[in-house]
């Protein structure tokens, strides 16, 4: 193992090279494959998770409050080659990447595998682009990344078919085609005023920048954080949002829950990088546009969640809130208030995820979907699953011996109390880690005492309130209305990831204190960016064999 001023640490690519020579296998493999395919994805996809926790806890047991965990790809010296960093922040987002990831995966083995073309390797190649994105330290880098993953989100949107997703998916490829082009033209804009593309290099010249250039910096980091905040769903830019999420299929919906942080963790690591408080004339540079912005989504969020009448839509609201309240959050610069959202950042990552696959387990035995398989191998697939005339058994195995309650007992207890309990989190409710995290922001929104963050205190309140009625009533539809229903029967396959997602909720709550030290921890690191600047600019290739 190198150390912590070497370029060398194996364990930071290793993430990123890990999907993209899955992917490549797989593509080998074909497509009458798929049992083979599905065992290797599995197989990446775990093998994936552990590294990105072993990654955090390396970074964690740093005596340094930021990451010293670096490689420079091609060996070239910083700023000139592409450099990846885990610090504290990168490292729970590559976890929380890898966690969403294979949750959707096992619940796609059941059958969403069978509905198109390439699942498995587009599953990969987005777990690529979500680990690059949150491991590098280069912005033209973090574009490219960006480009994969969203590549691969849209053929999972449109993987399964159907007039739905394909509507929504010609949106939701429109809008970030726009977001592209403003992240090309703002990286345009700061590399001719910087020089450089490296996000430590970019931080510290920014003060070098001569007074007639600083207007033009501010409109590169503007439009560039235009771009950030459209694929972080903030209003009026998320308004794609809804339809987009609702319509896709569970595991990818599932999947998508991580894809809005991922604007926002792009957002708070530069933001934190070139306006910290010791950035001179540009400080804190469109702080209040932030928490504004995000003000005005976790309402519009909140609404929404009370408004919408399909389950599927209720979730996409909340993304959006979530969304919103962590921008808002982080746009007031207060570390105590940073911290405190990071932990909420988990916590609302886990339970989207989970809702959007109980939507898939809740809604089976109400419709069913229109629309012949894109595939067939003969064997694997499921035609009730694509059946036009809705029957009692409709996308059900009828394997008993992979069947979960199939009285209605255990299978609706076991939905309506992972439905209740991922409700909970959303709406903040006690004891679990929604409330922690909610209950910790509204501490340090009441230290701060500004008339913004007394703002931002009622509506996370009003929004709490709000999302708790909306998952009431569609808990009432969906189970205390459903007696003449058919019994649900779940598959194994499809119950464990969603019991390991409330499970890790649950752990979240049981070990508030040490994830909210570690969520400390790493909101000092941002408050320092010059610990983050020294670690990466003072990083030496490493030494010919």
Same mark, same amino acid.
């Given at each position: 193992?190198s150390?912590?001023?070497?370029?060398?640490?194996? =364990?930071?690519v290793?993430?990123?090279?890990?999907p993209?020579?899955?992917a490549?296998?797989m593509?080998?493999?074909?497509?009458r494959?798929?049992?083979?395919?599905?065992?290797?994805?599995?197989?990446s996809?775990?093998?994936?998770?552990?590294?990105?926790?072993?990654?955090?806890?390396r970074?964690?047991?740093?005596?340094?409050?930021v990451?010293?965990?670096?490689?420079?790809?091609g060996?070239?010296?910083v700023?000139?080659?592409i450099a990846?960093v885990?610090d504290?922040l990168?490292a729970l987002?590559?976890?929380?990447a890898?966690?969403?990831?294979?949750?959707a995966l096992l619940?796609?083995?059941?059958?969403?595998?069978?509905?198109g073309?390439?699942?498995?390797v587009?599953?990969?190649?987005?777990?690529?682009?979500?680990?690059?994105?949150?491991?590098?330290?280069?912005l033209?880098?973090?574009?490219?990344?960006?480009?994969?993953?969203l590549?691969a989100?849209?053929?999972?949107?449109?993987?399964?078919?159907?007039?739905?997703?394909v509507?929504?998916g010609?949106?939701?490829?429109?809008?970030?085609?726009?977001?592209?082009?403003?992240?090309?033209?703002g990286?345009?804009?700061?590399?001719?005023?910087?020089?450089?593309?490296?996000?430590a290099d970019?931080?510290q010249?920014?003060?070098?920048?001569?007074?007639?250039?600083?207007?033009?910096?501010?409109?590169?980091?503007a439009i560039?954080?235009?771009?950030f905040?459209?694929?972080a769903?903030?209003?009026?830019?998320?308004?794609?949002?809804?339809?987009a999420?609702?319509?896709?299929?569970?595991?990818?919906a599932?999947?998508?829950a991580?894809l809005?942080?991922v604007?926002?963790?792009?957002?708070?690591r530069l933001?934190?990088?070139c306006f910290?408080?010791?950035?001179?004339?540009?400080?804190g540079?469109?702080?209040?546009?932030?928490?504004?912005?995000?003000i005005?989504?976790?309402?519009?969020?909140a609404?929404?969640?009370?408004?919408?009448?399909?389950?599927?839509r =209720?979730?996409?609201?909340s993304?959006?809130?979530?969304?919103?309240t962590?921008?808002?959050?982080?746009?007031?610069?207060?570390?105590?208030?940073?911290?405190?959202a990071?932990f909420?950042?988990a916590?609302?990552?886990?339970?989207?995820c989970a809702?959007?696959?109980?939507?898939e387990?809740?809604?089976?035995n109400r419709?069913?979907?229109?629309?012949p398989p894109?595939?067939?191998?003969?064997?694997?697939?499921l035609?009730?699953?694509?059946?036009?005339?809705?029957?009692?058994?409709?996308n059900l195995?009828?394997d008993e011996?992979?069947?979960?309650?199939r009285a209605i007992?255990?299978?609706l207890?076991?939905?309506g109390?992972?439905?209740t =309990?991922?409700?909970m989190?959303?709406?903040?409710?006690?004891?679990?880690?929604g409330?922690i995290?909610?209950l910790?922001m509204?501490q340090?929104?009441m230290t701060?005492?500004?008339p913004a963050?007394?703002?931002?205190l009622?509506?996370l309140l009003?929004?709490?309130?709000?999302?708790a009625v909306?998952?009431m009533?569609?808990?009432m539809?969906?189970f205390?209305?459903?007696s003449?229903?058919?019994?649900?029967?779940?598959?194994i396959?499809?119950?464990?990831?969603?019991g390991l997602?409330?499970?890790?909720l649950?752990?979240l709550?049981v070990?508030?204190?040490?994830?909210?030290?570690?969520a400390?921890?790493t909101?000092l690191g941002?408050?320092?960016?010059?610990?983050y600047?020294?670690?990466?600019?003072?990083?030496?290739?490493?030494?010919?064999?």
């Open positions: 193992m150390g912590p001023g070497s370029g060398n640490d194996a =364990l930071v290793a993430p990123i090279l890990l993209l020579a899955t490549a296998v593509l080998l493999l074909g497509e494959r798929r049992r083979s395919k599905a065992v290797l994805n599995v197989a996809a775990t093998l994936g998770l552990a590294l990105t926790v072993a990654l955090l806890l970074v964690d047991a740093a005596d340094a409050p990451g010293w965990a670096v490689y420079l790809t060996n070239w010296p700023p000139y080659g990846l885990a504290r990168s987002m590559a976890v929380l890898g966690s969403v990831g294979l949750a619940f796609a083995i059941a059958r969403w595998q069978h509905a073309t390439s699942f498995h587009l599953l990969q190649l987005q777990l690529m682009g979500l680990y690059g994105a949150f491991l590098t330290a280069d033209f880098n973090l574009f490219v990344f960006f480009e994969v993953l590549a989100s849209y053929g999972l949107l449109l993987h399964g078919g159907g007039a739905e997703r509507r929504a010609l949106h939701y490829i429109a809008i970030n085609l726009v977001a592209s082009l403003l992240f090309l033209i990286v345009a804009v700061l590399y001719g005023v910087t020089g450089t593309l490296n996000m970019i931080a010249k920014l003060p070098q920048v001569p007074t007639t250039d600083r207007g033009l910096l501010h409109a590169g980091a560039l954080a235009m771009a905040l459209a694929k769903a903030i209003w009026p830019l998320g308004l794609w949002l809804p339809a999420y609702a319509a896709a299929s569970a595991p990818a599932a999947l998508f991580i809005t942080k604007g926002v963790y792009a957002l708070l933001w934190a990088l910290p408080a010791a950035a001179g004339a540009s400080a540079f469109g702080g209040m546009a932030l928490v504004l912005g995000g005005a989504t976790l309402g519009f969020g609404i929404g969640m009370l408004a919408a009448q399909r389950l599927g =209720l979730v996409a609201f993304v959006i809130a979530s969304s919103g962590l921008v808002a959050a982080f746009g007031f610069g207060d570390m105590a208030l940073a911290a405190a990071l909420y950042l916590s609302s990552t886990l339970a989207g809702l959007f696959l109980l939507v387990l809740l809604e089976r419709q069913v979907e229109v629309g894109q595939f067939d191998d003969g064997n694997d697939a035609p009730a699953f694509f059946d036009a005339q809705p029957t009692a058994d409709a195995d009828d011996e992979l069947l979960v309650g007992p255990g299978a207890a076991f939905l109390l992972s439905f =309990l991922c409700a989190v959303v709406a903040g409710l006690p004891p679990l880690s409330f995290g909610k910790a509204l340090a929104l701060l005492g500004s963050a007394l703002a931002l009622v509506l009003g929004a709490g309130l709000l999302a909306a998952f009533r569609a808990g539809r969906h205390w209305s459903a003449e229903r058919p019994a649900p029967r779940l598959r396959v499809e119950s464990l990831p969603v997602l409330v499970a890790a649950v752990l709550a070990h508030a204190d040490a994830v909210l030290r570690y400390r921890a909101a941002l408050q320092n960016p010059a610990q600047i020294d670690t990466v600019m003072n990083t030496r290739p490493r030494a010919a064999p």
